[in-house]
């Protein structure tokens, strides 16, 4: 079990009832269902991605008082371009906020974070503060948040490679997630199952979990439950 390396212990308690608990060091989500759970309450799209976003902030908490190391979500994809252009600059909107929120509290609250992605079309104030946040965070050890913004695996991939042809490393250097360990588990909510682009590389041999759990109505507990099922799965890794 690890939780001796839980920031807070009274947040793996309830995992480990039965003993043995073994948790995973990287959590993958796809932060699914926003839309359908504004629809459902006669809301415009945009207030279930404000949602979304106060439920990608209880778990990011969350992830660091279990003790995890890295937390990587998808944000905004390059397909989510072809949205409507108010529901694109709502979500952008929102990742303005979390920047700025992360620049003031996060990073003082041991929240490292980090975007994966193309930055390069985003607006000039989101990419001055996506480096002033990378250069507070870089100053943190422990747990990390990727934020994955114009963040597709195909495209990640495309970058990547032409990287590695210039520089001679290998792909797996030339990546987005370079230095960053694979995701042991996958959680996505929202009911689909499927992998839309995320990580395609990095997803290799992680576990997946597929719930119908509206994004904006998950909660720690259903996380714990997640966390639970995947201590009992055997990972082999291609081996026996
Ligand atoms: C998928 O739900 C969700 C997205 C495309 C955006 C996710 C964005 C957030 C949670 C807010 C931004 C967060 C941060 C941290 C900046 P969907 O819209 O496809 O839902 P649907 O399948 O029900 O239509």
Redesign the pocket.
Known sequence: MKSSSARNPAATASLNEGGGVVLPKHVAI??????????ARNMV?AM???A??E???TIAYHCRDLGLDYLT?????TE?WK?DKF?VSA?LR??E??LLEAIEKMVSEGIRLNILGDTEPLSERIKSLISRTIELSSVISGFQVN?C?NYGGRDELTRAAAKSNLSGKPLGDCLDTANIPDPDLLIRP?G?KRLSNFLLWQLAYTELYFTDT??PDFTSAEFDSILAEYSKRNRRYGGA
């Open positions: 796809i932060m699914d269902g926003n839309g359908r759970w504004a629809k799209r279930g991605h404000k979304g976003a439920t990608f902030r979500v998808y944000a905004f994809s989510n949205r529901e979500i929102l990742l906020d979390y934020l913004v929202g689909e509206l994004w």
